[in-house]
């Protein structure tokens, strides 16, 4: 396929543009999809305001990496797919040979192959993407909620890490997208779960997800009020924080029970550092771990758990936006008015 096709093009932190390019071409291993749906995310947020090193390395670039779509040319030597699939998938691959792939640990592949261009008519697919990492979409799940696999697939990383047991008690700090599959996912596993933010809305949110308590973290001080909250005032047995600020990152430590297990999910700036107190830590004997990016496993199960119903894909869509209208819509989520915008090109 060839000709021209719309899509929002980064050329610095701020200066994102709505304009005609080529379409991309894709090779011999490579899949062209034509985007049906592709959804905001906080990352992108963070690429439109400060940029991104590993995902955009040259300028101007397509950017976005949430959606789903329908093939529509496919590489000669393609087997798994045809014209006309609806697919969706991961915004990477693993090399599967690298040190820390040969360690299990894929999700920290030194070779990751990362895939760009959500917000655009069209996007390649690269080859080790469609081997490992991409699939057809199951009958009767929408484009808006596919397009969540990968979010979903984080978020599962996450908790599959973090071992929570029925009766558990969790707090989430941070009510966002990731937050709110965090609350959904705990409370799948059997857990009691607390949702903390700054906003009265995302809160209200939680709640539908399956948040049993809230606290508003500008009301009190919210290590003691979640402390209240729990049996005999030791705190949660696990904490699990998705917002990305070193002083959270302290909080959630303070806030678990004794040997409990604290999951800091959510990625700070470079150069940020965070304090805690050696003796709570030691004595108390804390757990604290930190979870990054997804699996192959996990972007699988992610769309199983969409197209069965069991995490509900269309309760994070706030609304959508055609494709003209990104910037707003990833400005509507820097306010926090709405969970996530579905862009339809």
Known sequence: MNGKMRAMMFYAPGDVRFEETDIPRPNDDEILVKVRAATTCGTDLKTYRRGHPSIIKTVPSTFGHEFSGEVVEVGKNVQKFQVGDRVVGANSAPCFHCYNCRQGMYSLCENLEFLNGAYSEYVVVPKQIVKHNYYKIPEGLDYREAALVEPLACALHGIERTPIRVGDTVAVIGAGPIGLMFVKLATLKGATVISVDLSDYRLEEAKKFGARLTV??????T????????????????????????????????MVRP??????????????????DCQWFHYAEITVKAVFHHTPYHIKKALELLSTGQV???????????????????????RQEGIKYAIIP
């Open 312 to 334: 509900d894909g269309s309760m994070f869509i706030s609304g959508e936006y055609p494709l003209e209208q990104t910037l707003e819509a990833l400005e509507r989520i820097g």
């Open 223 to 254: 290590v003691e009020v979640v402390k209240g909250m729990t049996e005999e005032g030791k705190g949660p047995d696990v904490v699990i924080e998705a917002t990305g600020f070193p002083e959270v990152w302290e909080q959630a430590v303070n």
């Open 216 to 221: 508003n973290a500008e009301k009190g001080n």
């Open 259 to 276: 040997g409990g297990i604290v999951n800091l999910f959510g990625g700070t700036k470079k150069d940020t550092n965070f304090n805690i």
